[in-house]
């Protein structure tokens, strides 16, 4: 039994997601969907972006035959590889594969090889005697080896019955390759001394005295070129749950028999009592049994608030406890948990999100069966009348070389590579063409609240003393003991306090009383920074206008220290997470693109609606919780929307992944950036519109390209059929059609 078949799930029906290889095209994905979709009961959905197909299949069908089925089709197929020991994922222990190193080769050779065979062919200056020999001598391995996937894949292409690009490009360089052998060991072309004028002349040839090297040696390295572009831009699949699984802790201090034993985090069990002390993170779900502290769930949620929790809170695996010692009991473990739970999101979204098929790829279909037939038939009708087989084969091989999609091969990845490069020097990462044709489309934005429309950390925004009171006295003091605190909240205030009188003195005495705050001596005063419950044990009482100015900042939706010393409360520190300064002239440039905008934030209604008003949005989402922020993208696109999404936490990646459009904030966690389609490195929203009109520019240039691509091959194609295009020209025209191309997409460096 091979070691496929010991891990293959119970032939009892259900889902499964396979990893397919030899894909080269959106058509063969489209042919590897129509042969499993022709199984009974089977239901399949094949992604040529991520290499995956998920399939639904009855009870009865074995995963296997699945397999089978798609191998049939001429490509291969795995089932998913056996979970990793803490069930949280597939097991990842080796590096991937640099599937680009053969490809990348390939192109060198070709480069190095093929680009003197195209000078001597085309400047007659450089044909030395035996010129013609040392092209074929350089050609063969550009057209053999460098082209090899190529004939690979037509000839699995012909195995069942299928045609596509490879097929022409495959069909033509052969061919071209095969005459000019012919015309070298059979013809005049071997003669020593012999000169390839480059004339642009219209008129029928025998082809005896011509070898068409150059266009077959040209038309390997333009393609190759074209597939290392398109294939160095695909998304990596996996890449998010990669990011998302290493965001767990890697091992725990449990308590055996009373004692602390350090070991791995996958060998946790529901029920386990394990510590977490401050700085650390929590190796999995559960429920606090002794202790309180504040939890940073940022890396996690992206939101930067972080949460007290006391004895009988659940607390989240991989979000890190900021504060004092806590004992956890685990309730969930592995794929149970909430982070195997969000990688599992991120997995469903990006399977099944459709990837729109290149414009090439779908003409494609239609385009290379008809050029091999009109060749066929340019051939057939030259030698029916008398042409004469040299004539006759002369005009199939023009057929085939005008029709060979070297600029088609170069539109969308010379685009891609000018326009990416722009939007790096203007902060925007492009992963792929597929994006770009998302942002034609979309008509609503989804922003995430921190992080995106806000900094994301803690600010203190006011200071409100009571009457008497000195501001930088209170920054001072409340500053000197926060400091010494890890409390994100009071970092804040140490930050600001720092900005605002500078050094700070240090604290005698400092004690951190769990759940409630701070206390210690300070330039001989003793002082409590904290919740107003802390100073009340100190009879410390709020005066009216604290009071007020407390109750004000908690319907706003921020939160508020109180701060007393030598037995009086002396002033209110109100703390939040701050607008981005350059949020509302974003939105506005999101709006003046014809788009509505959406916040979307697991805060309470008042400080979303707050934040909502301060930039100019009027549609808000609040209180999501972070598995949930999926399905309200899904919820608007099944209301018809088309839906871009910008965010930066680990709970935004399976939304990003899920949305028509992704952009992660540069700033943000690895995950979300590699779930979504766009990366905004500065982490400013003004990028987005940037980003969503560079991508638009760079989709038009790519149109344009594929138009006149085409435009020539029409153009040309009836004259090469007629035999009044001698093959030369045919390759010129060629060229010329790429250099247009590439010309067309660095216009594309000018964006601002």
């Known amino acids: 039994m091979s070691p496929l078949t010991d891990n293959r799930p119970p032939a009892a029906g259900g889902e499964i997601e396979l990893s397919i290889g030899g894909m080269t095209c959106a058509s063969c994905a489209n042919r590897i969907e129509r042969k499993l979709n022709k199984l009974d009961g089977v239901t399949a959905t094949v992604n040529y972006a991520t290499e995956k197909a998920k399939v639904s299949f009855p009870e009865g069908v074995d995963p296997q035959a699945l397999v089978a089925e798609v191998e049939k089709a001429g490509y291969s197929a795995t089932l998913p590889a056996p979970p990793s020991q803490d069930g949280a994922g597939p097991a990842s222990g080796e590096e991937p594969h640099d599937e680009l190193a053969p490809l990348r080769l390939r192109l060198v050779v070709s480069l190095v090889l093929g680009v003197p065979v195209i000078a001597m062919a085309m400047i007659p200056a450089l044909q030395f005697t035996y010129w013609q020999w040392l092209s074929l001598t350089l050609a063969a391995p550009v057209v053999v080896y460098a082209g090899w996937p190529f004939h690979r894949a037509a000839w699995t292409n012909l195995r069942h019955g299928a045609a596509t690009m490879d097929t022409l490009v495959s069909i033509g360089t052969l061919a071209a390759l095969g005459w000019s052998l012919w015309a070298l060991f059979f013809g005049t072309a071997g003669t020593p001394g012999m000169v390839h004028p480059f004339a642009f002349t219209i008129q029928r040839t025998d082809g005896s005295g011509n070898i068409y090297l150059e266009a077959a040696a040209g038309v390997t390295a333009f393609i190759l070129a074209g597939r290392y572009f398109e294939a160095r831009s695909k998304r990596r699949a996996g890449a998010a749950l990669r990011a998302?699984?290493?965001?767990?802790?890697?091992?725990?201090?449990?308590?055996?028999?009373?004692?602390?034993v350090r070991v791995p985090a996958g060998e946790l069990r529901v029920g386990d009592l394990f510590v977490v002390r401050p700085g650390e993170k929590i190796a999995t779900d559960g429920v606090v049994e002794e202790g309180s502290s504040a939890v940073d769930a940022s890396m996690l949620t992206g939101e930067s608030v972080p949460v007290e929790v006391g004895i009988g809170d659940a607390v989240t695996g991989a979000t890190v406890n900021a504060g004092g010692r806590l004992l956890v009991r685990a309730t969930r473990v592995g794929s149970d948990t909430q982070l195997a739970q969000m990688a599992h999101l991120v997995e469903q979204a990006q399977t099944g999100k459709a990837e729109a098929q290149r414009l090439a790829d779908r003409i494609s279909g239609v385009f290379v069966p008809i050029v091999i037939a009109l060749a066929v038939a340019t051939l057939g009708f030259w030698l029916g009348t008398g042409g004469g087989a040299g004539a006759a084969f002369t005009a199939a091989v023009a057929v085939l070389i005008i029709a060979c999609p070297c600029a088609l091969g170069l539109a969308t990845p010379t685009a891609l590579l000018v326009g990416t490069g722009r939007g790096a020097q203007l902060g925007i990462l492009i992963k792929g063409p597929e994006v770009l044709e998302s942002t034609r489309a979309v008509d609503t934005v989804v922003l995430d609240k921190t992080g995106t429309v806000t900094e994301g950390r803690m600010t203190l925004v006011q200071v409100v003393t009571a009457d008497g009171q000195d501001e930088a006295q209170v920054l001072r003091l409340a500053g000197a003991l926060e400091h010494a605190s890890e409390h994100p909240i009071a970092q804040a205030v140490a930050r600001a306090a720092a900005e605002r009188v500078g050094d700070l003195p240090t604290p005698e005495d400092f004690a951190n009383v769990e759940g409630l705050g701070v206390q210690g001596v300070v330039d001989g005063h003793a002082v409590l920074v904290g919740r107003p419950r802390l100073l009340a044990e100190w009879s410390q009482h709020l005066p009216i206008e604290l009071e007020r100015a407390l109750e004000a900042a908690q319907a706003a939706g921020r939160t508020a220290v109180a701060v007393g010393w030598d037995g009086q409360a002396r002033a209110i520190l109100v703390v939040a997470d701050t607008v981005k300064p350059t949020s509302a002239q974003a939105i506005a440039e999101l709006r003046a693109l014809g788009l509505t905008p959406v916040l979307l934030t697991g805060d309470n209604e008042a400080?979303?609606?707050?934040?909502?008003?301060?930039?100019?949005?009027?549609?808000?989402?609040?209180?999501?919780?972070?598995?949930?922020?999926?399905?309200?993208?899904k919820r608007l696109q099944a209301e018809g929307r088309s839906v871009a999404m910008v965010g930066d936490g680990v709970n935004d990646a399976a939304a990003l992944a899920q949305a028509d459009l992704g952009l992660a904030m540069g700033t943000g966690t690895d995950a979300a950036i590699e779930a979504a389609d766009l990366t905004l490195v500065r982490g400013d929203l003004r990028v987005a519109a940037d980003a969503i009109r560079l991508s638009r520019r760079t989709l038009r240039t790519i149109k344009g390209n594929l138009f006149w691509a085409f435009a020539y091959n029409v153009a040309a194609l009836p004259l090469a059929a007629l035999g009044l295009l001698n093959p030369m020209i045919a390759g010129a025209a060629m060229a010329f059609s790429s250099v247009f191309v590439v010309s067309n997409s660095l216009r594309l460096r000018r964006f601002t």
């Open 244 to 260: 998302l699984l290493e965001l767990g802790a890697k091992d725990v201090a449990v308590l055996r028999e009373g004692r602390e």
């Open 607 to 633: 400080v979303a609606r707050s934040v909502a008003a301060e930039v100019g949005i009027e549609e808000v989402i609040a209180e999501v919780l972070p598995a949930d922020k999926v399905d309200v993208v």
